[in-house]
């Protein structure tokens, strides 16, 4: 039998990172090549299908929350009688669908595979979306930002019948994720991802509503590429496409990474200080042993949090500690003196001040 691969429309030629942002995020600039005579956003590559001949269009221009929006929806696609219900969703990376033959649908397979360049630390992603359809209450949609260094291969990925088919990538999402959304079947070369931001949810959004996005870290090193997936469905939760139903429809807008310039924690010697006030301005008094003679080694951290898949499985992200470019810090003397510790926002926008005063007991 003939393998039969079908091909996934690219919307762009490849995006490059703007600085502490992601290209045509207002999805106002539509001049990337037209697919099936549809206009296409630039930046982006949505889950468009080519098979048999046939075009299917998954990206849809439509009023936005500003200007124009990005559409998705989960359609029946097909040819010659077969016909599935195909997950609607778009990326910077690069969708992909992958089926040995026509007569077996059940061991198709599907993902995204690359992303930007991108050495950026963001906090939180902010998006504006609408959420329609008449079975919203079925099936997830999906917001994600996952950031990696390093390399990623796979060679075999989860299907539709939960076996595993064999299929080549590199720095395929799934083979990224490894904590989350880890390829089950055949990663051969692992990345090491350093952050990790996901929103899934069973629910209709009629009016366009902002939903900030917290973005936690497994890692302190600097990414050096990055991706997102907005999905009408509940791709990528199961690398396939079951439980869709056609015509649930995201509309995505304005999106923006927010940097923040507090601290979630702060460690001396590295041990948690328990009565650390993020929010605080005045000065916090930390209690030394009677027999300390110098002050602690200060390390401020933030990004620590918690995530749970669609599988039930939680994980913990530990936090990244924040580098000299993002603190600046005045040494303070025992006693008398407090530490001034001014943070400064990843993008170098904003900047807040902390004093600690440490004090012998």
């Given amino acids: 039998m003939r393998k039969l691969v079908f091909s996934i429309a690219l919307i762009s030629v490849a995006a490059v990172a703007m600085a502490q942002q992601v290209p045509n995020a207002d999805f106002e600039d539509w001049s990337a090549p037209a697919f ?4 296409q956003p630039a930046g ?3 889950s468009n299908v080519e098979q048999f001949g046939l075009k299917f269009n998954f990206a849809h221009r439509e009023a936005g929350h500003t200007g124009c929006c990005l559409m998705v929806q989960d359609q029946s696609i097909g040819a010659m009688g077969v016909k599935e219900t195909s997950p609607g969703y778009f990326s910077l990376g690069q969708p992909w669908v992958f089926i040995e033959n026509l007569f077996k649908v059940k061991y198709a397979t599907a993902g995204t595979y690359g992303g930007i360049k991108w050495t950026c630390l963001p906090d939180t992603m902010s998006v504006w979306i609408r959420r329609t359809g008449d079975n919203t209450d079925k099936e997830d949609f999906y917001l994600l930002y996952y950031s990696w260094s390093g390399e990623a291969q796979g060679n075999s990925y989860k299907n539709k019948n939960g076996s595993c ?8 999402e799934s ?3 490894q904590a989350l959304n880890g390829n089950e079947c055949g990663t051969t070369q692992k990345a090491t991802q350093i952050a990790e931001g996901m929103w899934r949810e069973r629910k209709t959004y009629q009016n366009w509503t902002n939903i900030r996005v917290p973005i936690y870290y497994m890692s302190s090193k600097t990414p ?15 690398r396939a496409n079951t439980g869709l139903y056609a015509g ?3 509309y995505v807008d304005d999106i923006e990474f927010i940097y923040a ?40 951290w933030r990004g620590e949090g918690k995530l749970t898949n669609a599988r039930g499985n939680t994980v913990h992200f530990k936090g990244r500690k924040l580098g000299s470019r993002e603190l600046t810090v005045e040494q303070g003397i ?21 004093q600690i005063l440490f004090v012998n007991r």
């Fill in 36 to 39: 099936k005579n549809c206009p």
């Fill in 44 to 46: 982006w590559n949505a």
């Fill in 165 to 172: 088919t064999e299929v080549t990538h590199v720095n395929e």
């Fill in 175 to 177: 083979d990224i994720r």
């Fill in 224 to 238: 050096t590429m990055m991706n997102l997936i907005f999905s009408a469905s509940n791709y990528p939760n199961f």
């Fill in 248 to 250: 649930n429809s995201l």
């Fill in 261 to 300: 310039n507090t601290v979630q924690k702060v460690t001396l010697d590295g041990k948690t200080w328990t009565g650390f006030d993020p929010q605080s301005a005045d000065v916090q008094r930390c209690v030394l042993p009677a027999s300390a003679t110098d002050i602690p080694k200060v390390e401020c």
């Fill in 334 to 354: 025992l006693n008398t003196k407090p530490m001034k510790i001014t943070v400064h926002s990843a993008d170098g926008k904003t900047s807040r001040q902390y």
